[in-house]
């Protein structure tokens, strides 16, 4: 038999590691994509003392393609098959920052980062069980419609230039649905809701964003409470297949959200800037 295998990025901190760890006793194997090795070994020694799961720690920093490269290259080496690729990881940037191949740093790594990975990731996941994909988006769409050009801005707004990430994700979702669906394949983005992790909180910002944690705090869910969604994703992949999801209700997507053209210009962009023909 086949090892039922779960991949997850950012899974060392906030709605990631508790994602992982409400999951760890589904799968035979998780895959543990992080930027830190050094957190991603501490996090599989706790799962592994705790639940009869194999865990492997892999090096993907998103906001690179290079690194994104390698680390799927050792992927496709490791394994046949991905049962469940779940693209947790995500940054908040206060400050207008660049990745080193020139996106600019939120849109390429939410968006641009899991892209990428996915559509070299994607012959795997399509080779086993449960082909499932999982994408955590936000209900940050809702303020930033999508022009373009997407992935390079003059003006920089924490709040937009965030809100276009997670729309990318989710017509990222929607995209894969239409695609793949007939294959079998199983998408669903989710809404994780408002919750307090290290989103923002960068060596450059600092301090502002600790004043704005101190301020929202009481408004925040926790960590665990976050990854419901994501979890819920994960167990029940027909019912939630090709929706928007939070805490296992659907959800409604605002009208621009659902602009197939503005998503195919996207889609066409991403293919053109990363040398690609296809999802």
Do not use: W
């Not at 865990?55 to 994104?68: A, G």
């Amino acid at each position: 038999m086949r090892e039922n295998i779960m991949a997850i990025t950012g899974p060392t901190s906030g709605i990631g590691r508790e994602t992982a760890l409400a999951l760890a006793n589904q799968f035979d194997r998780i895959v543990l994509l992080v930027r830190n090795l050094n957190k991603g070994e501490v996090l599989k020694q706790e799962i592994e003392t705790k639940l009869p799961v194999k865990i492997d720690v892999i090096h993907c920093d998103l906001s690179e393609l290079s690194s994104i490269e390698s680390a799927a290259n050792k992927m496709k080496e490791k394994y046949d098959s991905i049962d469940c690729l779940i693209l947790n990881a995500g940054i908040v940037s206060l400050t207008k920052q660049e990745t080193k191949d020139g996106f600019e740093m939120m849109m390429g790594t939410n968006y641009i980062g899991h892209f990428y990975l996915t559509h070299l990731l994607l012959p795997l996941v399509l080779d086993s069980e449960t082909k499932q994909v999982v994408v955590v988006s936000s209900n940050g769409y809702k303020f930033a419609p999508l022009k373009a050009p997407y992935f390079k801005r003059r003006k920089f707004n924490p709040v937009t230039n965030y809100g276009q990430s997670k729309l990318g994700t989710l017509y990222l979702m929607q995209t894969l649905y239409d695609s793949y669906h007939e294959e079998g394949l199983k998408t669903t983005a989710v809404h994780p809701g408002a919750v307090s992790t290290n989103l923002g909180k960068t060596p450059k910002n600092e301090r502002f964003g600790n004043l704005v944690y101190k301020v929202l705090t009481p408004y925040f869910l926790t960590a665990e409470e976050g990854s419901f969604s994501t979890v819920m994703a994960v167990k029940f992949p027909e019912k939630y297949n090709g929706k928007y999801m939070h805490n296992g209700k659907i959800l409604k997507v605002q009208k621009h959200g659902n602009d197939i053209d503005a998503r195919t210009s996207l889609m066409t962009a991403t293919l053109d800037v990363l040398n690609l023909t296809h999802l």
